[in-house]
């Protein structure tokens, strides 16, 4: 490329990373943010060297396949890939760049909260508050899911996994995890490795998903899986809504199979099932797992480290593919 590279950035990014893409690449934004199309994003793309995508572009195989032949790295502006079908990308050429570990942190903190505000029902507690139904103190009302000493089935044991672990410590709980692989000791820190999840169920008082969203993933929490867990368990979700199903899980809820859900991350997000919101023992949040100023700038920044590099001829510093 002779010149600022051409860049597509399909959506806003942070003021400090807007004035970085600016300075450095001759760019396609979107200053309105607005959703585009698939349509739309072609044609934008048409031209263009390469784009700064995210989640809310899907890039399936037929997408990829009809990118102008000028594009030539996409970097994402998220941790998670699934909405690229990576092997067609690497079939037509294209370099594929995320943003790992600058938002660990920032998601764990919400894999936490979202633990804390299940089982301690904060949703249903804060309800009747703001609702006015608090009357008097109730000594057996507003009980939620003792916390301290119980034992936390962790799936996927990544760099989220192990600061959700790192955190869960804190509040003395016995910690459990599947990954495909087995950790080394200085990173396992005594948790307790279970090489077939289902095996791991019967012991999760609690469960979160911190693992990435593939067709070994999808589903894996259904009505069968459910059954597997204790009576009461607590199910946490801020990896990516369709590694439960929500039908599924809904279902336990009301029931009382599974005693609470704190959810960041849904099936059709931002269409998610509405029959959550009439759930008190779910604890819901809009998929903010990395939306701290902090952590957006970073992966911002990321984004065009690995855009960069591209354009250097380096490796990127963060590649997929
Ligand atoms: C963001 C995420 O909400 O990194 C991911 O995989 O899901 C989140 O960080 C999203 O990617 C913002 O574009």
């Not at 934008?44 to 399936?60: F, N, Q, R, V, Y």
């Not at 909260?113 to 008097?136: E, F, I, P, S």
């Not at 009505?223 to 039908?247: F, H, K, S, W, Y």
Request: hydrophobic letters at 40%; aromatic letters at 6%.
């Amino acid at each position: 490329v002779s010149g600022k590279p051409k860049l597509l950035v399909t959506r806003l990014t942070p003021p400090n990373v807007e004035a970085r893409i600016a300075r450095d690449y001759d760019a396609v934004t979107n200053p309105d943010d607005v959703i585009w199309s698939t349509a739309e994003l072609l044609k934008k793309a048409e031209g263009c060297d390469a784009i700064l995508c995210s989640p809310t572009e899907p890039m399936p195989a037929d997408v990829i396949d009809r990118l102008p032949d000028s594009v030539k790295a996409l970097a994402t502006f998220s941790v998670g890939y699934d909405q690229i079908d990576i092997p067609a990308a690497t079939k037509r050429g294209i370099k594929v760049g995320n943003t790992p570990e600058v938002l660990d942190n920032a998601t764990a903190d919400i894999a936490m909260l979202c633990l804390l505000g299940a089982a301690r029902m904060a949703h249903n507690a804060t309800t009747v508050l703001r609702t006015g139904q608090w009357k008097r103190w109730e000594p057996t009302g507003l009980l939620g899911v003792h916390v301290t000493g119980k034992r936390l089935g962790i799936m996927g044991m990544g760099r989220i996994g192990r600061a959700l672990a790192k955190r869960a410590r804190g509040f003395d709980m016995e910690i459990h995890y599947h990954n495909r692989n087995r950790l080394d000791p200085d990173l396992e820190q005594g948790a307790v490795y279970h090489a077939d999840p289902e095996e791991m169920l019967p012991q999760c008082d609690f469960i979160s998903f911190n693992c990435p969203l593939t067709d070994q993933t999808r589903h894996f929490l259904n009505a069968a899986r459910i059954e597997m867990l204790p009576q009461g368990a607590v199910m946490v979700n801020t990896a990516r809504g369709p590694v439960v199903d929500d039908n599924a899980v809904i279902a336990a809820l009301k029931s009382g199979r599974i005693a609470a859900a704190g959810l960041d991350v849904f099936e059709d997000e931002p269409n998610f099932n509405r029959a959550y919101l009439d759930l008190p023992n779910a604890f819901l949040l809009p998929h903010i797992g990395s939306a701290t100023v902090e952590t957006r700038d970073a992966m911002g920044n990321l984004c065009l480290d690995n855009l960069d590099a591209f354009f250097a001829g380096k490796p990127m510093p963060a590649p997929v593919n």
